[in-house]
């Protein structure tokens, strides 16, 4: 299976509708990969709070019909990056977009875990409330959004619903960046699954992104990364190893806690 992960940078100068234009391009040059990443809010940047209600568009709007003839141009998978939600009956949300090679929606995800500590996205987004998973030809894909990498439990729940390669886009700023990767990592090795992370170069709001998308296998071992800047990465990994690495080293089998529901004398 080839995957390709677009690390975009995001320019201040740059209009939406440019960078639209521009990443579907992108993407279209990518015709002969299973599976097309992008990261996290590239339309808006992953810390330009203050475009988020600005720039808000449907589910169904122009960011959305944009990438789904650019996945179906280029006949492939395209998980298309996070963009900022407008849900007519609701807050704002931080919604993942997922296209089969047709061009149509197979799934979407709004990010569970909001950070910001009381701000930012914390407070100017609702929460989304179920993990999602997709099944493609080759493997099933759990999907997570940036600072859901940090809560191990929503990779078990995916896991749990069948999940063997988990892709994550990420806006991850540069001075954590050592998270990043010890974090990809470490979901790698606890799930025994692949980890595709693919982040933002360029800088959101004065925040510099970290940069270095980066694909694990199950073992934890990092099959390619990226550099600080925009590039596009591309690796080819066999789905397979998944399921012998679970038979060979059958620790998910031995998990106790989590499980079942406690039961309360």
Known sequence: MRASLIQIAVDEDESVESRRRRVAAAVREQAGADLVVLPELWTTGAFAYEKFGTEAEPLDGP?????????SDAGVWLHAGSIPERDPEGPLYNTSLI??????????????HRFGFDKGEAVLMGAGQQPVTVRLPQTVLGVATCYDLRFPELFRA???????????????PERRRAHWTLLARARAVENQ???LACGTAGTHAGVPQAGHSIVVDPWGEVLAEAGPGEQVLTVDFDPAEVAATRDRFPALKDRVLGLDPPRHR
């Open 63 to 71: 960011t959305y019909e944009a990438m789904a003839k650019a996945a």
């Open 99 to 112: 296209f089969s090679p047709s061009g149509d929606l197979a799934a979407a995800y709004r990010k569970i």
């Open 158 to 172: 995916l896991v749990d619903a069948g999940a063997e390669t988990l892709v994550i886009p990420a806006g991850w």
């Open 193 to 195: 699954a692949f980890v």
